[in-house]
């Protein structure tokens, strides 16, 4: 993730505390933010990934809480950096390009969890396919330039 306008190579710590409406944060929090959203989009991957072909609705319940957990780690990315502001103009315009992909994955996830926990396979495979694109579409958006 240092390749990312304006950074270097440090590693920043998870960003626990809540970022108010308006907050103007440090180059290394905002890191360490859009640190935490592409690693909310791995996760959801990952979740993506271990759902079984022919799912069931039985198996769609049983995936609910771990796609639950992922909306949530979502969510609570997409809220921070939403929140945030930057001085540096080059990692605001980069923050304001991230936090609407941010906000359409932890919705797409939302709505895989609800739909898991319904036991609705139709409706959490849209959900899934609109989540892995949001969260490709953060990975890119995160790349290092060409």
């Known amino acids: 993730m240092g ?7 440090t590693t920043d710590p998870t960003p626990t505390e809540s970022v108010a409406p308006g907050t103007t944060v440090t180059p290394s929090h905002y890191l360490a933010l859009v640190r935490e959203a592409v690693a909310a989009a791995r996760a959801a991957d990952i979740r993506f990934a271990a759902l079984p072909g022919g799912l069931t609705a039985a198996q769609a319940k049983a995936a609910a809480p771990g796609l639950a957990a992922a909306a949530d780690r979502a969510e609570r990315a997409a809220q921070q950096l939403s929140a945030a502001r930057l001085d540096d103009q080059r990692l605001e315009t980069q923050r ?32 899934v396919a609109a989540a892995s694109s949001s969260a ?8 290092p330039p060409a």
């Not at 390749?3 to 190579?9: Q, T, Y």
């Not at 936090?99 to 609705?120: C, E, I, T, W, Y």
């Not at 490709?136 to 790349?143: E, G, H, K, L, P």
């Open 3 to 9: 390749a990312l306008a304006g950074c270097g190579d």
């Open 96 to 127: 304001k390009s991230i936090a609407p992909l941010d906000v359409a994955l932890a919705g797409s996830l939302r709505n895989a969890a609800d739909a898991a926990q319904a036991g609705n396979v139709t409706a959490l495979a849209a959900a």
């Open 136 to 143: 490709a579409a953060i990975r890119a958006a995160a790349a």
